[in-house]
């Protein structure tokens, strides 16, 4: 089956950087969209980024000018490369991919990951 494994998250103080990295593996056909999410104590879980197979990116307010997206198709894999890091950055961050499989290349569903901390915090 279709897995997605996030790293590179942690502890961070704030001002600092950290680069998150979601593989996606399994019998993949195309993967047309991947992105991040987070959640943080008592919220909801938001959007923090996405970027389409073109390398579009979009962002979250809170996030646009700090935070940059980016995408290796050849090795199925996202990128989050976060920088002036402030405390309320502080969530689970989740990597979510629409793709097809290789028994359905024609047909589109959605993965998560499992969730990785990052923490900012002095």
């Known amino acids: 089956q279709v897995q997605l494994v996030e790293s590179g998250g942690g502890l961070v103080q704030p001002g600092g950087s950290l680069r998150l990295s979601c593989a996606a593996s399994?019998?993949?056909?195309?993967?047309?969209?991947m992105g991040w999410y987070r959640q943080a104590p008592g919220k909801q879980r938001e959007l923090v980024a996405g970027i389409f197979s073109s390398g579009s990116p979009n962002y979250a307010d809170n996030v646009k000018g700090r935070f940059t997206i980016s995408r290796d198709n050849a090795k199925n894999t996202v990128y989050l490369q976060m920088n002036s890091l402030k405390p309320e950055d502080t969530a689970v961050y989740y990597c979510?991919?629409?793709?097809?499989?290789?028994?359905?290349?024609?047909?589109?569903?959605?993965?998560w990951g499992q969730g990785i901390q990052v923490t900012v915090s002095s």
């Open positions: 399994g019998s993949i056909f195309s993967i047309y969209a």
């Open positions: 979510n991919a629409e793709l097809s499989i290789q028994r359905e290349a024609f047909r589109r569903g959605f993965y």
